[in-house]
């Protein structure tokens, strides 16, 4: 087995190696290091994220480096501050026992002023964002005459993120003689044009196929209509109490109010994304890296800087545009030889998008069912007994205790007790799963059943809560004005309006289940009044016209719901499964509009 020794690496940096506990080279290193010391060609290497490729470039150059020179002669352009930021960190760590080398993270949204006061003092690599970078050559603050290398990682992300025109630039003001190393996971046709253009007859590796995603993934992907797609993401993360997964959001809005609503159902997530600040970024980051956050939310971006190698599960509640990211993201499970999932929620309509990702990733995605509420709960019920058959006793402050605790239980036999101690924590995880509805979508489970409507119809009641509204036609009321009045009280955004029925005096309509509380409590809050009379909302058990009724009240219709657990919120239980908190958790950056109470017994009722 080849040791770093043998790359040709230096003493200081072999300590630091050891230091930071890296035993041998991996494959990306093995082939990069050797090359770069050893040559001044170009270099283009295929490489996913994770597989140490930040060693592979920047330990040969740290060998090379001179010390005794204040020139900038590296230059490493990364598509994010995280990223940067992590980079000139690991180089750092690298560097640490190399007397006079200075690293220097530049990016945008921290203050230019300080970057150019270190930069004045002399820095010999630098890691920048394209942005950043540009402005400060602009500034003649960056000065990049005497380059020897030039390092473009993630090449795809920067593409991805508009930057060609910034690396252009950048470019451009580079001596011609440098070194160029471009590191990519994909090479769609927009890298490979800058590795033509900026690329001089450069040395090809690879490590792992090329566009392939790592070999300990698989792929599975979940067919849901789209006002399920909450709903499966949280019987997921249900199913499998220690999941440690980041779920992929397109953009910052998804990102933030898909984290709102697992945080309002008592998950223990936050999310990340651009909309937050620096400081909040780096808070959430930390608390997803040390295990106290178990499911991160985030915009692709924003989890690039993201260091973290051992996700159970990552999951895409929503396909990304760019195909390629799809690699990033399932890129960041399987790693360092354990095995990992990667899933995608999609509708049939979305079904379509993951042939295009097939043939990227070389596999292919297994089509899984959404777990039923029968499975959730034997998994949970596994993991609670793993806990009891984990549980260290705490023998000297228990025995004082011990006598009458069995004393009191000395008609109950093995058996019975340990029903009794399970049903505990169980009961309440077992009766709001209890009536779980199949959240499957029916036409891709059955194929195309055309004869399915009225089971769909059927199931999609099941997603609906049916709300009594005290005014009708009399009002002046018709559908029309009653969407604009649901969509005035802003309970959600696009949220799923069912049936509607307008009566003389009052009226019916149907919402999305999972906004049953925001919509009542927008209602109530915004006190809200329509042709001058004060608006009342009920939640009502009546049945749809042509259906059962259910006896009592106008035909059955006016009694609040006395069924509180709706399969799909959460189980106020003690017993928190992996993803949740044992109350709702606030993580620091949660923009959270919904209310705090958790416990579906108490929903409020007007
Ligand atoms: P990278 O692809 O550079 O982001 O590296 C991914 C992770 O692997 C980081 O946490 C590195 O610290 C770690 N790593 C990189 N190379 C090695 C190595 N040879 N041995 C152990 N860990 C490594």
């Not at 900038?72 to 990223?83: G, H």
């Not at 042939?355 to 959730?376: A, M």
Request: with cysteine.
């Amino acid at each position: 087995m080849t040791t770093f020794k043998e790359l040709g690496l230096n003493s200081q940096i072999l300590q630091a190696l050891t230091d930071l506990g890296y035993e041998t080279p991996t494959e990306i290193q093995l082939k990069a290091i050797p090359q770069v010391l050893s040559s001044k060609q170009d270099l283009k290497a295929f490489a996913q994220t994770g597989t140490g490729k930040t060693a592979a470039f920047s330990l040969p150059i740290l060998e090379q480096i001179d010390a005794n020179s204040g020139d900038t002669q590296a230059i490493i352009l990364s598509p994010t501050r995280e990223l940067a930021m992590q980079i000139a960190n690991n180089i750092s760590d690298f560097s640490k026992h190399l007397k006079g080398v200075k690293t220097l993270a530049v990016y945008g949204g921290a203050s230019i002023e300080d970057q150019v006061r270190k930069l004045n003092k002399g820095v010999q690599i630098i890691v920048g964002t394209p942005g950043r970078t540009v402005d400060l050559i602009k500034r003649r603050q960056l000065k990049l005459g005497n380059l020897k290398w030039l390092i473009l990682d993630e090449a795809d992300e920067m593409l991805n993120m508009g930057f060609k025109d910034e690396l252009d630039k950048i470019l451009e003001v580079t001596p011609k003689e440098k070194q160029t190393l471009l590191f990519s996971a994909t090479f769609p046709r927009e890298v490979e044009s800058i590795a033509k253009n900026y690329l001089k007859n450069p040395v090809e590796i690879s490590a792992g196929e090329k566009n392939k995603g790592t070999d300990q993934v698989s792929h599975q992907y979940y067919v849901v209509s789209e006002r399920n797609r909450y709903a499966a993401l949280k019987r997921i993360a249900d199913v499998n109490p220690d999941i440690y997964s980041i779920i992929f959001c397109r953009t910052r809005r998804e990102t933030q109010e898909v984290a709102d609503k697992l945080i309002s159902d008592g998950y223990n997530v936050d999310a990340l994304h651009g909309d937050l600040s620096q400081a909040q970024r780096d808070s959430v980051m930390e608390k997803f890296r040390n295990k106290t956050l178990q499911i991160l939310v985030a915009t692709d971006v924003a989890a690039r800087g993201l260091d973290v190698t051992d996700l159970t599960h990552v999951i895409n509640h929503k396909l990304p545009d760019q195909i390629e990211s799809y690699t990033h993201r399932s890129g960041r499970t399987g790693r360092a030889g354990k095995e990992g999932i990667s899933i995608a929620i999609v509708t049939s309509r979305e079904k379509s998008k993951l042939h295009p990702i097939e043939r990227l990733i070389g596999k292919k995605f297994i089509s899984t069912p959404i777990p039923t509420g029968k499975e959730i709960c034997q998994n949970q019920l596994l993991k609670l007994i793993d806990k009891v058959q984990d549980i260290k006793v705490n023998e000297t402050e228990i025995s004082d205790f011990l006598p009458s605790i069995y004393e009191k239980l000395k008609d109950l036999d093995r058996e019975e007790l340990i029903k009794r101690f399970v049903s505990i924590e169980f009961n309440t995880f077992l009766s709001y799963y209890e009536n779980a509805p199949d959240l499957n979508d029916s036409e891709h489970m059955r194929g195309a059943d055309r004869n399915s409507d009225s089971r769909n119809k059927r199931r999609d009641d099941e997603n609906m809560t049916r709300f009594f509204i005290n005014i009708g036609r009399k009002d002046k009321l018709n559908p029309a004005r009653l969407i604009g009045l649901i969509n005035d009280q802003r309970i959600a955004k696009n949220i799923e309006i069912g049936q509607i029925e307008i009566l003389d005096t009052f009226s019916f309509f149907e919402l999305d289940k999972n906004y049953e509380k925001e919509t009542m409590s927008a209602f109530e809050g915004n006190d809200v009044d329509f042709e001058g009379r004060n608006v009342n909302v009920e939640i009502t058990t009546k049945q749809r016209t042509g259906q059962a009724r259910s006896g009592g009240g106008r035909g059955g219709d006016r009694g609040p719901r006395k069924r509180s657990g709706d399969g799909d919120r959460k189980p106020k239980s003690d017993f928190s499964g992996f993803g949740r908190k044992r109350s709702g958790a606030q993580g620091s950056t949660s923009k959270s509009s919904f209310g705090s109470d958790q416990n579906p017994k108490r929903r409020k009722r007007i």
